[in-house]
């Protein structure tokens, strides 16, 4: 299951059926879960957690210290979620103490090749981050987020839950949920309404959310009172969480 020209640390804690490939290097305090799959040429430092069935391919670093300057070699950590897929040549890597210590990922993501993961980045679950997708450091990523191929978001950004981003978007503000968007600066260009329809949405919810994206995006309205619009006029689970992701938002909504 491990091939013979793997170095792997006795201190790295791999649970019995995990295969490794040649020539990938696992350091002390990394754990791997049950059923995980790490490629040739694979690189994983700890502090981190990966859970069961992870696969990477090959070339991918995953845990590694982060990029920004004021790191200086403090314990910090990277956690994923089971079912993972990482790709050739991503790189993920861990947190900081000036922020959460942590960088963490949920379950059943895929990362394409050569997407990068900056420190303290939270990635919920079912996201697909494209080919060459970038997260800046401290980017919260929600459920079943979707990243088209080059796509970059800035630091300390919020990308929302079923949200969606074309290709080569380039996001320096908070997307709230449910929204796509695409451009350099990116724009927002109405509800993923593809996504949701696949991911079972009724049609009482699409159309209480489309009527809550005209209120923001087309009425005129200041923020303020699109908001207190939607909360008057749907009681629906949908509509708030789709009010409560730009009501958080500390760097201002795509528009």
Known sequence: MIHPTALIDPKAQLADDVEVGPFSVIGPDVTIGAGSVIGPHVVIKGPTVLGKRTRIF?????????????????????????????????????????????????????????????????????????????????????????????????????????????????????????????????????????????????RDALNALGTAYKLVYRQGLTIEQALEQIRQRFDLPETERFAASIERSTRGIIR
């Open 58 to 202: 090959q070339f991918a670093s995953v845990g590694e210290d982060c990029q920004d300057k004021k790191y200086a070699g403090e314990p910090t950590r990277l956690v994923m979620g089971d079912d993972n897929v990482v790709r050739e040549g991503v790189t993920l890597h861990r947190g900081t103490v000036q922020d959460r210590g942590e960088t963490t990922i949920g379950s059943r993501n895929l990362f394409m090749a050569y997407v990068h993961v900056g420190h303290d980045c939270v990635i919920g679950d079912d996201c697909i981050l494209a080919n060459q997708v970038t997260l800046a450091g401290h980017v919260t990523l929600g459920n079943f987020a979707i990243l088209g191929g080059l796509s970059a978001v800035h630091q300390f950004c919020h990308f929302g839950e079923h949200a969606m981003a074309g290709g080569g978007s380039i996001i320096t503000k908070d997307t709230p949920a449910f929204v796509m968007i695409n451009g350099n600066p990116a724009e927002a260009h109405g509800l993923n309404l593809i996504g949701l329809k696949r991911r079972g949405f009724e």
